[in-house]
């Protein structure tokens, strides 16, 4: 039985994968300058070795916010997970940190049965806003920096092999980062009741890695495309800028949006270079995820526990 | 930075060196032609005209191996097309010194004596406007700054072509000649200005593409 309640951690990591492997190499993808598939081997590995590396720091956090019973957590992570996966179809990638949050709360305040740390949610929401802004800056002035050098390459093909190859790096290292951040989002709330940091890890990263490997076209080519027109030299830029953002986060042990930190890190870059939101609709529809998906995911933990509850005669 | 280039770039390089070399000499054998034709030079003239179809049609086959080899992944997918357009572009000048050949060999304009010097010059221009262009492009592949300093010069010899295409426009129509040679004249006239004009419509592209690599 205690089997059966894993198997909703494993679904979220690899929707998971799916949704977030576009803050990894979305815009890389989408412009073209590495391939699909060259990005999804080379991004699951570095996912895993992140998570199982660097994982450790943020996976206890989440398992503070509430004091969900195991099987009101497992109900907590399916409602999750699907509510991300209807935003995938519905072509608006959305923050797995939110859909987990939104869930876990959604449960606790609907069922009445787990005490809600509010102070620890309040954290949690000034980093909601506070991602997308650091990673926009850190976007906007990696830009300024890096691009003084990048001028000093002076021929068209010696650029195209010095942004080729900095991809690769930049996937790796986004990949690392978002194992590291990102795992605790998936097992974090079953850490330390059904098994230990490690396999928690583990089996958190290899399910994020499968997401990325067998789910992730969808939401890569919507982030990639719509937010801003995109140059090569951009995509690098807000990859690696967003890889920072959720690297230092990680850091300090919090699990972070990663969806949010490409979407701040794409506009930060475009800010810099001059160019303005390509399609505002698009960015619209973005955000409104953000505040849609917590809520729906919350809804629908709440009705999921409720028919289990039914179903089981009360 | 030559060492972390591909082999497929390298090779593609070349390639578009050699397409542009290949118009190059198309353009030169044009200049001996209209000198072969004003001395009526007639066994000149035949041999002249077949190097110039001869070339551009080598040039034509050049730019088609290189769309070929560009889609084999060579280059990123932003500067695939652009390479390409810019090919494109440069096919037309090549392309409008074969239809000048043509009016050579097919129409044999009369051309005064006293226009001879003028037309001349008028050709060279629109050939240095070309060998502009040539350096503009293959600095793309060496350093992007000169790229764009080549592009200014372009534009530079195609606005002195003009002034030459207008000052014997002018000749022309003061003339006191059957207006059909007139026609026949101006023909001639612009489609040199033509060779020129082109070479700089290639070189905006040339320069959009530097703009869109500005970072």
């Known amino acids: 039985m205690n089997?059966?309640?894993?198997?909703?951690?494993?679904?979220?990591?690899?929707?998971?994968?799916?949704?977030?492997?576009?803050?990894?190499?979305g815009p890389l993808v989408a412009t073209g300058v590495v391939r699909y598939r060259i990005a999804t081997l080379v991004s699951s590995f570095f996912v895993v070795l992140g998570a199982t590396v660097g994982g450790g720091p943020g996976i206890t956090t989440l398992s503070k916010l509430t004091?969900?019973?195991?099987?009101?957590?497992?109900?907590?992570?399916?409602?999750?997970?699907?509510?991300?996966?209807?935003?995938?179809?519905?072509?608006?990638?959305?923050?797995?940190?939110?859909?987990?949050?939104?869930?876990?709360?959604?449960?606790?305040?609907?069922?009445?049965?787990?005490?809600?740390?509010?102070?620890?949610?309040?954290?949690?929401?000034a980093l909601w806003i506070a991602t997308p802004l650091t990673s926009g800056i850190c976007a906007f002035l990696l830009y300024k920096l890096i691009?003084?050098?990048?001028?000093?390459?002076?021929?068209?093909?010696?650029?195209?092999?010095?942004?080729?190859?900095?991809?690769?790096?930049?996937?790796?290292?986004?990949?690392?980062?978002?194992?590291?951040?990102?795992?605790?989002?998936?097992?974090?709330?079953?850490?330390g009741r059904l098994m230990s940091v490690d396999t928690a890890l583990l089996v958190g990263g290899i399910s994020i890695a499968f997401g990325i490997l067998t789910f992730s076209?969808?939401?890569?080519?919507?982030?990639?495309?719509?937010?801003?027109?995109?140059?090569?030299?951009?995509?690098?830029?807000?990859?690696?800028?967003?890889?920072?953002?959720?690297?230092?986060?990680?850091?300090?042990?919090?699990?972070?949006?990663?969806?949010?930190?490409?979407?701040?890190?794409?506009?930060?870059?475009?800010?810099?270079?001059?160019v303005g939101l390509a399609?505002?609709?698009?960015?619209?529809?973005i955000v409104s995820g953000w505040v849609f998906t917590p809520v729906s995911a919350g809804i629908l933990s709440a009705a999921l526990f409720s028919i289990l509850k039914i179903l089981r005669g009360g | 930075m030559a060492w972390i280039v591909g082999k497929r770039e390298q090779e593609i390089i070349k390639v578009v060196n050699e397409y542009l070399k290949t118009v190059s000499s198309e353009l030169k054998a044009a200049k001996q032609l209209l000198k072969a034709y004003l001395s009526k030079d007639t066994q000149d003239i035949e041999t002249l005209t077949e190097a110039v179809r001869l070339r551009e049609s080598?040039?034509?086959?050049?730019?088609?191996?290189v769309e070929s080899m560009m889609y084999s992944g060579a280059f990123l997918p932003n500067f695939r097309g652009d390479l390409l357009g810019i090919l494109e572009s440069a096919d037309k000048v090549a392309n409008r010194t074969e239809y000048f050949a043509d009016i050579l060999e097919l129409q044999t304009p009369e051309i005064p004596d006293w226009l001879e010097d003028t037309l001349i010059r008028?050709?060279?221009?629109?050939?240095?406007?070309?060998?502009?262009?040539?350096?503009?492009?293959?600095?793309?592949?060496?350093?992007?700054?000169?790229?764009?300093?080549?592009?200014?010069?372009?534009?530079?010899k195609e606005h002195e072509t003009d002034i030459v295409e207008r000052e014997l426009l002018k000749k022309i129509f003061s003339m006191n000649i059957p207006l059909a040679q007139k026609m026949e004249l101006k023909e001639l006239v612009q489609t040199i200005a033509d060779i020129s004009d082109r070479a700089e419509d290639c070189s905006d592209r040339v320069e959009i593409v530097l703009m869109k690599r500005r970072v």
């Open chain 2, 58 to 65: 080598n040039a034509d086959s050049l730019r088609r191996k």
């Open chain 1, 3 to 25: 089997l059966l309640y894993i198997l909703p951690a494993i679904f979220l990591g690899w929707v998971l994968g799916a949704n977030d492997s576009v803050s990894v190499f």
């Open chain 2, 122 to 156: 008028e050709l060279d221009l629109s050939v240095e406007s070309y060998e502009l262009l040539m350096k503009a492009i293959k600095n793309l592949f060496r350093d992007l700054e000169k790229a764009a300093e080549y592009v200014i010069e372009t534009e530079k």
């Open chain 1, 67 to 125: 004091s969900l019973n195991l099987e009101q957590t497992a109900v907590a992570i399916l409602a999750a997970a699907v509510s991300v996966l209807i935003m995938i179809l519905l072509r608006a990638p959305s923050s797995i940190s939110q859909s987990i949050v939104g869930s876990l709360i959604g449960l606790s305040v609907a069922t009445g049965c787990g005490n809600v740390n509010w102070g620890s949610l309040g954290e949690i929401v």
């Open chain 1, 279 to 285: 399609e505002k609709k698009t960015l619209l529809r």
């Open chain 1, 147 to 191: 691009s003084h050098y990048f001028r000093k390459i002076k021929s068209v093909q010696a650029q195209d092999a010095v942004i080729k190859a900095a991809s690769i790096l930049g996937i790796c290292y986004g990949s690392f980062s978002l194992g590291a951040n990102n795992v605790a989002n998936v097992t974090g709330p079953l850490t």
């Open chain 1, 217 to 274: 076209r969808r939401a890569v080519l919507t982030v990639g495309k719509s937010i801003v027109a995109l140059d090569h030299f951009s995509s690098l830029i807000s990859v690696v800028a967003s890889a920072i953002t959720v690297w230092v986060y990680s850091i300090v042990g919090v699990p972070v949006s990663a969806t949010q930190s490409i979407v701040g890190a794409v506009i930060g870059a475009g800010l810099s270079r001059g």
